[in-house]
């Protein structure tokens, strides 16, 4: 595809991977490189939408993967001698650039990844005013911090909230945060 | 950042205001003599976008999502047979169904073998979104025209297997019960083996 | 009777008359603007509705009197009580009929026929000024606050082409007093139009009615109390009674400017070409031209009812513009051009 | 203390709270004023007064079960979420959804964009005073649910649509109703563009007041009516032509300035384009038989593959898109929405300095700020 080839000659040694997934295409770059990377992508190749940010946690993914090759493996039992070369642990979180070209209306996302004990990536505000707001929430949601944000605070939660709520390790149902927002009164009359 | 200078050039009836103004009330008058008009006719339903509602109701579309009923079939018999896949379906996890094997000399009173023991629906969690009414393979479970769903108290908004039956009882003296579901077709295939093992399935994880 | 008994008469009946007005007009601002916008409006209580008024009276005697914690206790009461007061009492010098012949005394149908009734109007009418600064402030709300801010703005810019304008139909009738002027409206004006100031002052006209609803705090002018700016403005924090009497003295406002209109506009009593009193006896003529005189008004009330529900709200400094710097020079302008005339004329 | 006060050098000023329960606020979203005089200087915004985490909720429901979950993003065009979460998972799964499903969800989506706009144009009016065409409006709106309502049988949170394809065929009587709701709206369209476009104390409130330019605009990352108001050309439904869209003759207006005046009046010509696009889209329906498939072939629980994928569509607010990550289980592994209004929000204060407090009303009316979307 023409998109692919123009991205992977444009990024060069940048880009770790670029795959295809359900029509939509995904390079992945490294964490530090990611303003560089974003503004030759939108200075030369047109990208100059930003859609949205997103933020994943991919801690449970590779928990269930880990847990199949485990099976696998002792399905498997000992008559695979030889076990596979032990990768490196793939970093926690990933956020992922939505980018746009309006005029040729292609797409783009690029992705870094985040190691959990470094969760620091370079804001992008300065390329679009846009990112403002994403990436306070990806803050917000998963405690990754954007280092040159103008104001980098809780967006959707309150600022005195413990946790990072759409992290894996969160649970569904809260972990009673909201107890001192709310006013019970006690005794009768309160029907639950 | 520079705003953007906006400049637009009105039209003379424009920047004398009366012209637009006179036409307005001009509008606004024809409004109000019309309306006028029909409020004076005798009945509750007199102008023709106003409802006044406990006197004068609105016609509930056939396929509304009310309030729930649980349907009996000719014989009076209960359809539902407890399978629990509209507590699975549920989005909002509003019903909790509960199994109960029909005995011998009911089977009167119950179409299948096995009988909802209880039935208990949490209006207040409930979104009315009709996964339960879809996926129902007896359709025993429906959403009827009911929609007025106040209570006092927390604890009438979880509705029981009586209220339910009720419901249907009440819908079908009044003539108001929801045509079948009409199949939706399917892009060329035959939908029937999977349906079946999903029932399957369904009851089985109630069984256990 | 002496003086005094026809004098209280008169009086006790224009405060209830006044006020049966404005209890009639929250009605009918319902129920118009339900019509206009293809509802029904409150048409429970009584016949088509009628007793909704009372019922809403009652709901706001009824309803608790409490005053926000960090409000000034007295000026948040001081507040609506001004108001009312001056909405009652500027009608004083306003006509409300011809006369009236009871056991051959003539009750002349207007409290006090001051000869300076204009200048009364003018005086009175800004105190309500005082109502909206003194509410909005003792409110201790900012909102408030700028809602009595912007009436403030409002209502003394609006006061100068008000009282240009009126101050131009003085000099065609060469009079302050209101009666002498409806007096004079009698008759026809270049042979075939009724005598009547519209025809004499049609700018002055436009320039009054503009300004009569921005001093009444209408659409579009209703700037101090705009609901979707400033939750409801000066009153935000009011309830009960004291919500109840800025309401009552808003519509009362709304029927003095409707009377003042009328009365040097409209030729008051006079119906066009109609000479009432040599057809009718003494008392039918005064019930007569107190009918006739309320109907014009009427039509006014009715008119307020009906911008209101068609146009949209001005915006702060577009109300300020318009008041200042398409107004005023129109009122003057209309008062040099009525100067030139009276002198090539008389 | 918000950026806002770090900004203003002067102490010359009073903060105003609009919001979170104040009339004009849609929904409930806070914005904290400075306002000097009349002037406002800035505004701090605060959201997250409805966080429902709905995103959170998404990774513990099925597939299916988060359809109703959607219908709550923007509730005034709750169809148009469904369908856009609909077919971002049918592409996720390369699902090829018949026809006539298609027809039905463009006839329903451009059903809840005129309702949509209906809301936005009706409460613009409200906000600046004109209470009256917010009437005639909405008494359309109702019309249209009242479609939605014998359709499946829901008014405001639909549900629409199923993974796959769409739940039932439309209602026999859809002909004559879409009739009588097309003469009705159209009426009422006309109506209120008597009533306010010219009118002078409208212009004035609308004209110039909170304009932005093309390149901030999208800098910002303003889509739908909000950006074409700016002039530039750009919808998805014609840019990145998805279901049956490329098929339909219908024109996307630009604006100018991209003030509120600009917004309102792309709103009003968007309303009569979504009714041309109903009529092509009708008349390409009732050539389909009775019995033509409405569902595609799709498992009965859905396991979408391992992979991830971001689908937008045009939702009457802009550019409404669904990134969603799957790890081949029946629930997903990640979804984030993309509302439009979100990043259209973030703008507010940039757009609005300078301004007066009323003009922030007209403003924040105009941009349709929905809460249930833009706090998720």
Known sequence: MALKDSVSRLLQNDLIALEESAGCIFAEVPKDKIVSCLSSLRDELGFNFLSDIVGVDNSALYEAKAKKAKKKKDKEGEENETPEPERPALPRFEVIYLLLNPDTNERLQVRIRVPEDDLKVQSITSLWKGANWPERECFDMFGIRFEGHPYLRRLLMWDEFPAHPLRKDYPLEGMGEERHLIYEPEGEGHWT | ?208 | MNEWTIAIIKVVFIWSWTLLIATIMTWVERRGSALIQDRLGPNIAGPFGLFQPLADGIKLFTKEEFAPKHAHKILFTLGPVLFAIQAFSAYAVIPFGDKIVINAKEIVLQVADVNIGFLFVLAVGSLAVYGFVVGGWGSNNKYSLLGGLRATAQLLSYEVPLGLAMLAVCMTYGSFSLREISLDQAGTFLGFLPNWGIFKQPLGFLVFIVAAYAEANRVPFDLPEAESELVAGYHTEYGGMRLGLYLFGEYVNLYTLSALMVTIYFGAWHIPYVDMSSYLGPLAYGIVSFLVFFLKCAFFLWLFVWVRWTIPRFRFDQLMGLGWKSLIPLGLLNLFVTAFLIQITV | MGPVKQRIASEDYVTINVGPSHPAMHGTLRAIAYVSGETVLGTDLEIGYLHRGVEKLGENLTYHQFIPITDRLNYCSAIANNVAYEMAVEKLMGVEVPVKAQLIRIIMTELSRIADHIVLVGILGVDLGAFTPFFYLFIQREEIYEIFEWYNGARLTNTFGRIGGVESDLPEDFETRWHELKKGLEKAIDETDKLLTHNRIWMDRTIGVTPISAEDALSWGFTGPCLRACGVKRDLRKDEPYSLYSQFDFDVPTGKHGDVFDRYMIRMIEMQESMKIIDQAFDLYKQLGPNEPLMAKVPKIIKPPEGEVYHAIESPNGELGFYIKSDGTDKPYRIKIRPPCYMIFQAFDELIQGEMISDLIACLSSLNIIAGELDR
């Open chain 2, 1 to 208: 950042m520079a705003k953007p200078v906006v400049q637009r050039k009105y039209t003379l009836g424009e920047r004398i205001y009366l012209v637009e103004i006179l036409k307005g009330l001009g509008l606004t008058w024809k409004h109000f003599i019309f309306n006028f008009r029909a409020s004076l006719k005798p009945g509750p339903h007199t102008v023709p976008t106003c409802w006044q509602y406990p006197w004068d109701r609105r016609e509930i579309a056939p396929v509304f999502r009310g309030e729930h009923m649980l349907s009996l079939d000719e014989k009076g018999r209960e359809k539902c047979i407890a399978c629990g896949m509209c507590a699975r379906v549920c989005p909002a996890q509003c019903i909790t169904v509960k199994k109960g094997k029909v005995k011998e000399g009911e089977e009167e009173k119950y179409a299948g073998k096995f009988y909802p023991a209880s039935f208990e629906i949490d209006l207040l969690r409930c979104i009315f979104c009709g996964f339960c009414e879809e996926t129902c393979p007896k359709s025993a479970i429906v959403l009827g025209q009911g929609y007025e769903l106040a209570q006092y108290e927390g604890k009438e908004c979880i509705i029981t297997k009586e209220r339910l039956i009720n419901n249907f009882k009440a819908a079908l003296d009044s003539g108001n019960l929801k045509p079948p579901r009409k199949k939706v077709p399917v892009a060329g295939a035959k939908e029937k083996k999977s349906l079946k093992s999903g029932d399957k399935k369904g009851s089985k994880a109630q069984e256990a």
